[in-house]
């Protein structure tokens, strides 16, 4: 079975510019979430959908970030335009419906310089 | 404020010794608690998840308590080998019916031969 797939693995942008980020969920995962670290902190949670539903969306940092996930399969995670404070590394994790087990992507890599 | 704390320092043990890693939260009323295991350039991999009204849980190697009074869980792994080296992550719920999961910083295992 695969797992969750993040791609790209790492991404350098300049201040200002856009990134999309892409989650693929492991098959027949409904929930998804999106979590962030940053240097040195915890991991955060951003957001969670189900199926193709935002539930809870109250950890996004600001309107400079949009995730999407159309049809209920994979995701993406937009940031735009890109700050420095948003370098860190974004997770992405699903689970099954009723199952508290996530599981987790390798994470993208982000600088923004 | 709420906060979850997990040793900052690094656990430095000997292979075949008892590792205990500690999470203490403030704050929170979790209906569980969960760890995970973080190896560098990956994601958190689910180990274990211990409900509020459970003291104890085990698997293979690995035992995990929860005690709600003293807002404390204690993580110990037995018989430690080297391939146990990771960072150990603890994560609450939130109480929102899903995975929106806070994590402590991590504490990091060292097991040497």
């Known amino acids: 079975e695969a797992g969750v797939t993040q791609f790209p693995s790492h991404s350098v942008i300049e201040k200002g510019q856009t990134v999309t980020l892409r989650c693929d969920p492991i098959?027949?995962?409904?929930?998804l979430y999106w979590y962030r670290r940053v240097m040195g902190k915890e991991i955060k949670f951003l957001l969670h959908?189900?199926?193709?539903?935002?539930?809870?969306e109250s950890g996004m940092p600001n309107n400079r970030f949009l995730a999407e996930r159309t049809g209920g399969t994979y995701s993406t995670l937009k940031v735009q335009p890109a700050e420095l404070e948003d370098s860190g590394v974004y997770f992405c994790?699903?689970?099954?419906?009723?199952?508290?087990?996530?599981?987790f992507g390798s994470g993208t890599q982000l600088s923004v310089l | 404020s709420q906060k979850i704390e997990q040793n900052s320092e690094a656990l430095n043990i000997q292979e075949g010794k008892t590792a205990t890693l500690t999470c203490n939260y403030t704050?929170?009323?979790?209906?569980?608690l969960q760890w995970y295991r973080q190896d560098p350039g990956r994601g958190p991999v689910f180990l274990l998840l211990?409900?509020?009204?459970?003291k104890e849980k085990r698997k293979e190697r690995l035992k995990v308590t929860f005690d709600t009074t003293l807002k404390q869980s204690l993580f110990h792994i037995t018989a430690s080998q080297p391939a146990d080296s990771a960072t150990y992550l603890c994560?609450?719920?939130?109480?929102?019916?899903?995975?929106?999961?806070?994590f402590g910083t991590g504490t990091r295992l060292l097991v040497s031969p």
């Open positions: 098959s027949g995962h409904d929930n």
């Open positions: 994790a699903s689970s099954q419906q009723d199952n508290e087990k996530l599981f």
């Open positions: 959908f189900v199926k193709e539903s935002k539930q809870d």
């Open positions: 704050n929170y009323s979790p209906a569980y």
């Open positions: 994560a609450l719920d939130v109480n929102t019916g899903f995975q929106k999961l806070v």
């Open positions: 211990i409900r509020e009204n459970e």
